[in-house]
């Protein structure tokens, strides 16, 4: 058994190490992937979040999503699945293996060397490529914080936790109707903290309190809770940062009014137009800034991901603080604000002195009418009272909401903007050749339609194009058979090629690509290989006559051969002299190679001329030869050997 109560391997793959980071919601394991031999980060929920079964589902959709986020300032995610119970008390247990990654996290800086508030831009710009690619996706990440946000050893950034703030608190349902929220306090968006509906300028808001924390030491809210500090969220304005660090310039101050405004409309577009004002804000600060040291604050509330309470506009500041400290004191259970009545009763009781029996009688003669009278009149008012409570029911149950354009959306984007609406999707798959994979392709009653809240609203999702499969009768067939099958299939043909063949006839298909019964998307092209009709001539030049023939015989080439035999001096009888076709050469199919063999023959010896009268020297004088119109006889030429042939083949 690994580590806290886990398998030593999951799944037969992940092997299991140290814990290497903890949260509200998760442990961070480091582990190792025996089948790729890479080093990866293995998150596990907590089994208090592992028993809620509905998590479960939502928890892999909303990993899915984010796991198509592929981008280099996003820590990918590599897989997800469950961990078996273990032992009989256990619950399966969902884990994400994710990209590990060195380095240390920007609250780890902060409270370790410190950051520049050069270094602090720089940071802040990576963040917001992560979340401009995110929010594009369709996705707000809920809870940008330090903690969240790791600094490799090169000083590149990647933001982690994508998504799993999402899944948990859309799976809460009780705490959503509590008005619970999920997230960390001192980096709440105001919606966010009054239990609203969030979007990517939530993110923004986050990202901004980083900033601030980044330049002048501490979060832009501090207090005794986190419940008193998604308070100041929602109500308070952030101290200007050049009063917590005078060193700072008064751009700083203008960017962070903007940054952290409490209305989404009056913050920062989107992430490409706030990174655009931290690149011109860059520019604007000081060369000589040192690097920021976090501030002592003697009040701070956990900076882990926890439920709180939501944020009512009009919650008194007493009922906050004691919220707050309820919740601090149970930091793993969402506090509630109680209800308490405004009448007291009174602690001590008079003492009636006994009546005599007469006062007593006189007493119940005008009582009992009283009394009748209350009873009447309760009745009328409780009467009035339930006629108007059924008369606000009513009107409740027809209240009307609009219905949010989802199509082209993600479904788990889809499904969570429909319920934030007050609706009820529900959702069924369907082929699309034009719409991408889990992305809505239609939605029944159509955008802006006014439904009562509560309705379901039919949602279509892709499953992306129909998968087909490739013909298993192709090779072998003609290339124009070929085409119209994969026709018929709902294929098309891809590019052709060409390959030598001994036994497959011209333009008949040797192979595909992919391969024969292979399930592909519909219109998908498939690569057709086929036969050229001819062969390839192997190179038997310098070997035997019995190696070259049995090369011709061989079953991938097929030729068929004369053999041509040349008396020579200077090679062994036997050895190929030459071919007809020059080796790597293509010839038709069946094609007949000459191969030149050599005879080997001994040289024959010159005579040696003997001694004769002739060559004693005389004294008597020469005289010219005569004249003569004979011609010299020719020479002729010593008789040599003559090439001999034999034919061979296949037979």
């Known amino acids: 058994m690994g580590t806290s109560g886990l398998p030593d391997l999951i799944n037969d793959r992940y092997e299991v190490g140290e814990v290497i980071g903890r949260g509200g919601m998760a442990t961070v394991h480091v582990g190792q992937d025996v089948r790729l031999g890479r080093r990866v980060a293995i998150k596990i929920l907590r089994p208090e979040l592992a028993a809620d079964e509905t998590f479960h589902e939502r928890f892999q959709r909303e990993a899915h999503a984010v796991a198509s986020l592929n981008h280099h300032s996003i820590v990918a995610i590599y897989d997800t699945g469950e961990i078996r119970p273990q032992g009989p008390d256990g619950v399966l247990r969902p884990y994400i293996v994710m990209e590990y990654v060195p380095g240390r996290t920007l609250r780890e800086l902060m409270h370790g060397p410190g950051v520049t508030p050069e270094q602090a831009i720089e940071y802040m710009l990576g963040i917001m490529d992560a979340l401009s690619f995110s929010h594009r996706a369709g996705i707000v990440h809920r809870d940008i914080k330090p903690a969240n946000v790791k600094v490799t050893p090169d000083g590149s950034v990647k933001v982690m936790d994508f998504g799993i703030a999402r899944a948990v608190e859309d799976t809460q349902a009780a705490l959503t109707q509590s008005q619970a929220v999920l997230g960390t306090a001192q980096y709440l968006s105001p919606e966010q903290a009054r239990g609203a509906a969030v979007d990517p300028r939530s993110d923004l808001y986050s990202a901004a309190c980083v900033l601030f924390e980044l ?13 008193a500090i998604a308070a100041q969220h929602v109500r308070d304005a952030p101290p200007a940062p050049s009063a917590l660090n005078p060193q700072l310039p008064p751009a700083v101050d203008r960017f962070m009014e903007r940054a952290l405004a409490k209305d989404p409309r009056d913050r920062f577009v989107d992430a490409g137009q706030m990174r655009r004002a931290l690149r011109e804000l860059g520019g604007q600060l000081p060369g000589n800034l040192g690097a ?6 003697t009040h701070t509330a956990d900076s882990h991901t926890k439920t709180l309470p939501a944020v009512g506009a009009g919650a008194p500041a007493a009922a906050v603080t004691a919220a707050g400290r309820s919740e601090d004191a149970e930091p793993t259970v969402s506090a509630q604000y109680g209800r308490f009545d405004d009448d007291a009763a009174d602690d001590g009781a008079a003492a009636a002195s006994p009546a005599p029996y007469e006062r007593r009688r006189s007493r119940r003669s005008w009582v009992m009418p009283v009394v009748l009278l209350l009873v009447l009149a309760l009745l009328g008012g409780g009467a009035v009272l339930g006629v108007r409570w059924w008369q606000d029911q009513q009107v409740e149950q027809v209240a009307q909401v609009s219905v949010p354009q989802v ?83 709902g294929l098309t043909a891809g590019p052709v090629s060409t390959a030598n063949s001994a036994t497959v006839p ?130 002729q030429p010593q008789p040599t050997g003559r090439p001999t042939a034999s034919r061979g083949g296949d037979g």
């Open 292 to 297: 920021t040291q976090p501030i002592d604050v």
């Open 407 to 489: 199509t082209g959306m993600d479904s788990t984007t889809a499904e969570n903007t429909l319920r934030d609406a007050g609706l009820n999707p529900t959702f069924t798959t369907q082929h699309s050749d034009s719409v991408p994979d889990k992305h809505v392709i239609s939605m029944s009653p159509a955008a802006g339609t006014q439904v009562d809240q509560g309705s379901s609203v039919a949602v279509v999702v892709s499953e992306g194009p129909e998968n087909v499969t490739v013909p298993n009768d192709l090779v072998g067939q003609s290339l124009d058979y070929a085409r119209q099958s994969l026709q018929q299939a």
């Open 215 to 227: 330049l002048t030491g501490r979060a832009p809210f501090v207090g005794e809770s986190s419940v």
């Open 506 to 635: 011209h333009n008949v298909v040797l192979s595909t690509d992919p391969g024969q019964g292979a399930s592909v998307a519909r219109d998908s092209a498939v690569k057709l290989q086929v036969s050229t009709g001819k062969v390839t001539v192997p190179d038997v030049v310098g070997r035997s006559r019995a190696e070259a023939e049995q090369a011709l015989r061989a079953d991938d080439v097929r030729l068929n051969y004369d053999v041509e035999v040349r008396e020579t001096e200077d090679a062994e009888t036997g050895t190929v002299l030459r071919q007809s076709a020059p080796a790597g050469s293509s010839v038709s199919q069946g094609s007949t190679i000459t191969l030149t063999v050599a005879r080997k023959v001994t040289p024959t010896p010159s005579p040696t001329p003997s001694p004769t009268d002739d060559d004693e020297p005389t004294a008597e004088p020469t005289t010219p030869a005569e004249p003569t119109d004979a011609a010299p006889e020719p020479t």
